[in-house]
Nanobody, 125 residues
């Protein structure tokens, strides 16, 4: 059964850091692009970052230079290192996978078919 478990969220002060983890099961992680998204109540889900099976990466403009996506296929985990956090980064962060293997990076919500439950990250003083 395909499953994602996100972890690493929490409460942090502005300027602080968090590292989110997305651990996958039920499929071969290294064959697929994985994306990180975030959701704020009342707003559309937003693509944050994506990493392809070959290791190519893509970032939303709002997080470039502050967030870094990486993957450890042996641990079946994709990470999102978030530095210099701002209050506007507060959201539920979810990881997701497209239906098919071999895609490049994409931040479009409609390109993803399988989603985790998310982890809350709150940036506040």
């Amino acid at each position: 059964q395909l499953q994602f478990v996100e972890s690493g969220g929490g409460l942090v002060q502005p300027g602080g850091s968090l590292r989110l983890s997305c651990t996958a099961s039920g499929f071969t992680l290294d064959e697929y692009t994985i994306g990180w998204f975030r959701q704020v109540p009342g707003k559309e889900r937003e693509g944050v970052s994506s990493i392809s099976s070959s290791g190519s990466t893509e970032y939303a403009d709002s997080v470039k230079g502050r967030f870094t996506i990486s993957r450890d296929n042996a641990k079946k985990t994709v990470y999102l290192q978030m530095n210099s956090l701002k209050p506007e980064d507060t959201a539920v962060y979810l990881c997701a996978r497209p239906r098919h293997r071999g895609w490049g990076t994409t931040l479009r919500v409609k390109d993803y078919d399988y989603w985790g439950q998310g982890t809350q990250a709150t940036v506040s003083s």
